[in-house]
C-alpha cells in the first residue's frame, strides 16, 4: 500500500512538472510543436524534424505523394523546424533560420509560392525572411516578423489577409498600418493579432461576430477590440 501511495505521489508530481513546463513555454511564447487541419496532423521533435500523418489527397503531409497515413509519416530532407501550422489542407513550417516553407493545397494561393500549384514536397515562400511567427487559416497563411509586421495570403474573400481588399494574394504581402505586433492567430476566415501593448486587432469575416467590435460586419483592414487591453495571449477558432 505505501509503495502504491509513493508511485501515485510521484505520477501527481509529474504531471505537476509537466503543466509547469508547458505553461512556462505558453507564457514565453514558445511554439507548439502539433498542429492540425481539417484531416491531417503534424508534429516536429526537438531535433526540428517533421512528421506528418492522415489525409493527404492535395500533399498536405509533404512526402512526396497523395497517398493517406494512418501513422506518422517523417518529412523527407525537412530539418530545424521551429514552429508548424495546418490549414485545411496545407501545411506551414518555420526554420530556425526565420524562413518559411509550405505544401499541399494552393488552389487560392495559399503555399505562398507564387503559383495556384499543388505542393507534395516542401517549397519556400519566396522573399520572406526574418519571420518570428506562423499561423494558418483555413486557405489563407499569416507571418509575423521579427520586426513586428505582419504579412498574409492566400485566399482573401472575407478580407483576411487585411491588405484593404478582397483579392487573393499568391504572394506575402503587408498588412498595412499593422506594426508593433508580439502575436498572430488565424480563424478559418479571420486574422486577430496581439500588440506590444497589449491590445487587440482583428480583421475578416465578421458573420458571428468573431472580429469582437461590436458589429456583424466584415473588415478588410485591422481593427481593434474595443475595452480589451493588458492582453498576454491570443488564440482564434473556426469562427470565433
Known amino acids: 500500500m ?29 511554439a507548439t510543436p502539433i498542429a492540425a487541419g481539417s484531416q491531417h496532423s503534424a508534429a516536429f521533435n526537438s531535433a526540428g524534424m517533421v512528421w506528418t500523418w492522415g489525409a493527404n489527397y492535395y500533399g498536405q503531409l509533404g512526402d512526396g505523394t497523395t497517398t493517406d497515413r494512418t501513422l506518422p509519416a517523417q518529412v523527407a530532407g525537412l530539418m530545424d523546424v521551429s514552429a508548424i501550422a495546418a490549414g485545411y489542407y496545407h501545411t506551414v513550417v518555420l526554420k530556425t533560420d526565420g524562413t518559411v516553407w509550405t505544401w499541399g493545397w494552393n488552389e487560392r494561393g495559399q503555399l505562398g509560392d507564387g503559383t495556384t500549384t499543388n505542393r507534395l514536397i516542401p517549397v519556400q515562400v519566396p522573399g520572406l525572411t526574418d519571420v518570428a511567427a506562423i499561423a494558418s487559416g483555413g486557405h489563407n497563411t499569416v507571418a509575423l516578423k521579427a520586426d513586428g509586421t505582419v504579412w498574409a495570403w492566400g485566399w482573401n474573400e472575407s478580407g483576411q489577409l487585411g491588405d484593404g481588399t478582397t483579392t487573393n494574394r499568391l504572394n506575402p504581402i503587408q498588412a498595412p498600418g499593422c506594426s508593433g505586433v508580439s502575436a498572430i492567430a488565424a480563424g478559418y476566415l479571420h486574422t486577430m493579432v496581439l500588440k506590444t501593448d497589449g491590445t487587440v486587432w482583428a480583421w475578416g469575416s465578421n458573420s458571428a461576430g468573431q472580429l469582437g467590435d461590436g458589429t456583424t460586419t466584415n473588415r478588410l483592414s485591422p481593427v481593434q477590440v474595443p475595452g480589451l487591453t493588458n492582453v498576454s495571449s491570443i488564440s482564434a477558432g473556426g469562427y470565433h
Open 2 to 30: 505505501a509503495l502504491r501511495r509513493l508511485v501515485r505521489c510521484l505520477i501527481v508530481i509529474l504531471c505537476i512538472a509537466i503543466s509547469v513546463c508547458l505553461e512556462a513555454q505558453r507564457s514565453h511564447g514558445a
